[in-house]
């Protein structure tokens, strides 16, 4: 909701303009009137960013008017930031309600990528990095298991913590003013580790996994 420099789009800006290989315009005020102006000077095959939208205290709380404004600088909302789709802001939320929303490729190639893990017949193993205990147990929760709860061999398995706020292990949240930008909307169970079996010993395997990379 405050700006801060360290987070600024400004060298996204200059790198995108590397790669296309043409200038990239930065509206710094995001919905004022900078940015207003930028998108009307607008001549097809331009491109315009705005300025990293947590800095507009509107993007965070998911502020209907905030929304409003971002979506009348644009015609159509493609959504390519999967990382911050399960994020109720303004940008993901909000925004999609008043234009026509798409899938972005890379939402497009998560979510065929979930839903194969998802779809896969057993015995399966589930590992991932980040994230905390509640998204850890969300994301248990669809990966269904058409047959055992766990396979006999490679007990690397997805434990479902017992509290929302419980985790087998527990990483900071992270925070700070990054993201934002122009984003663009796509718009079971668990079980526990069966042990080694009887009469073997029991060899501590890699760290309990999470679910998600949060």
């Known amino acids: 909701g ?29 919905v004022g009137y900078q940015a207003i102006e930028a998108v009307a000077r607008m001549n097809p095959g331009d491109v315009l960013m705005l300025e990293n939208l947590r800095f507009h205290p509107g993007e965070e709380t998911n502020d209907p008017a905030f929304a409003g404004q971002l979506a009348r600088l644009g015609d159509l909302f493609v959504e390519e930031a999967f990382g911050s789709v399960h994020r109720a802001h303004a940008s993901t939320v909000g925004v999609p309600r ?17 839903s194969r893990i998802r779809d896969q017949r057993p015995p399966r193993t589930s590992r991932s990095r980040g994230g905390e205990g509640a998204r850890q147990a969300a994301a248990a929760r669809e990966l269904p298991r058409a047959g055992p709860d766990a396979p006999d061999r490679g007990r690397a398995l997805l434990p479902v913590p017992r509290g929302p706020e419980r985790s087998a292990r527990r990483h900071p949240r992270r925070g700070g003013a990054r993201g934002g930008g ?32 949060g």
């Open 182 to 213: 122009h984003r663009v909307l796509f718009g079971g169970r668990a079980a526990r580790h069966p042990g080694p079996p009887a009469g073997r010993p029991g060899r501590r395997g890699p760290g309990p996994a999470d679910g998600v990379d």
């Open 2 to 30: 405050r700006r801060d420099p360290r987070y600024s789009l400004r060298p996204v800006v200059h790198r995108v303009s590397a790669l296309l290989g043409q200038p990239v315009g930065l509206a710094e005020d995001i």
């Open 98 to 114: 008043h234009l026509p929303a798409f899938a972005g490729f890379l939402v497009d190639r998560e979510v065929r990528e979930l």
